[in-house]
């Protein structure tokens, strides 16, 4: 922990909160952090850890390290040139806002002056909320290895990390990882409400279903076999299992999975198009 390390929030939201949460007493002390939120609970809860918070961007800013935008991506550039008076030379800035290429984002923070060099495009998933995130990151070239180490530490603080080499693997990770939960919880949905049309309750169903796929996902995990024999393994010829995976087979699963992580990156890219403009 480096209790010299000051670090700013800009949108002191979900994402951010768990972001705060987790860097807390490990990377810096919770007193280090700023928190700049128009919502007066979100602050609320921020001070009540220790960190000082304002409506506004204002002159603590600039004793921050790290900033961190966590803003929507239609707040951005608004928040950006809010905030960009403070910005002072040597601030490593994260973005953990969809939709905004690191070169955009970039020019925005330079003005008129060269684009900002120290940026990392941070793209986490709601997982983190519970210390279980994973998170694609992208260093532009002026991030030292320093500042990626820092980087990389302050987002393992709520999960894995996964490094990134474009803005184009920034949209693949939103479709896989970013959106990835709401696929998963739709799926969760799916068991629980299959298991009752079986015979069982709805407490039951939604037990087995989360015990489930939570043993699974661990074996995946922790095993040296890849998903498809570890499938091969449960199945047996003729059997139960192989009764249900050809049902999931005959409506085309993978090839749905694929189109709707297709959609999702499309979707990225689009919103790259609509809030990304120089």
């Not at 002159?59 to 707040?75: G, H, N, S």
């Not at 709601?126 to 990626?148: D, F, I, K, N, Y």
């Not at 990390?161 to 939103?174: E, F, N, R, Y």
Request: glycine share 10%; proline share 5%.
């Amino acid at each position: 922990m480096d209790k010299n390390l000051h670090i700013a929030f800009i949108g002191g939201g979900n994402m951010a909160s768990a972001l705060g949460a987790g860097m807390a007493g490990k990377i810096c002390p919770p007193e280090n952090f700023h928190v700049i939120d128009i919502n007066t609970d979100a602050q609320a809860a921020w001070v009540a850890r220790g960190a000082t918070a304002a409506t506004a961007p204002d002159e603590r800013l600039a004793r921050c390290d790290v900033w961190f935008y966590a803003v929507k991506p239609q707040f951005m550039r608004d928040a950006v040139k809010a905030s960009r008076p403070w910005l002072r030379a040597g601030t490593l800035v994260l973005s953990v806002a969809a939709g905004i290429r690191g070169d955009v984002l970039a020019g925005w923070l330079g003005g008129d002056a060269a684009p900002w060099p120290k940026l990392v495009r941070c793209m986490p998933n709601t997982p983190a909320l519970v210390g279980e995130g994973v998170t694609g990151m992208l260093a532009l070239p002026g991030v030292a290895a320093q500042e990626r180490q820092l980087a990389e530490a302050m987002l393992a603080s709520v999960g894995r990390v996964v490094w990134v080499d474009d803005d184009a693997a920034i949209d693949a990770v939103t479709a896989l990882s970013g959106s990835g939960p709401a696929y998963v919880f739709r799926f969760i949905e799916a068991l629980i409400e299959g298991g009752q049309k079986v015979g069982l309750n709805a407490q039951q169903a939604r037990e087995l279903a989360l015990a489930t796929l939570s043993g699974a996902t661990r074996l995946a995990r922790e095993s040296d076999d890849p998903p498809s024999v570890l499938r091969d393994r449960v199945t047996s010829k003729g059997g139960t299992t192989a009764a249900a995976l050809k049902v999931l087979e005959d409506g085309d699963f993978m090839g749905l999975i694929s189109s709707a992580m297709q959609a999702a990156a499309q979707r990225s890219r689009e919103l790259a198009d609509d809030f990304g403009k120089a």
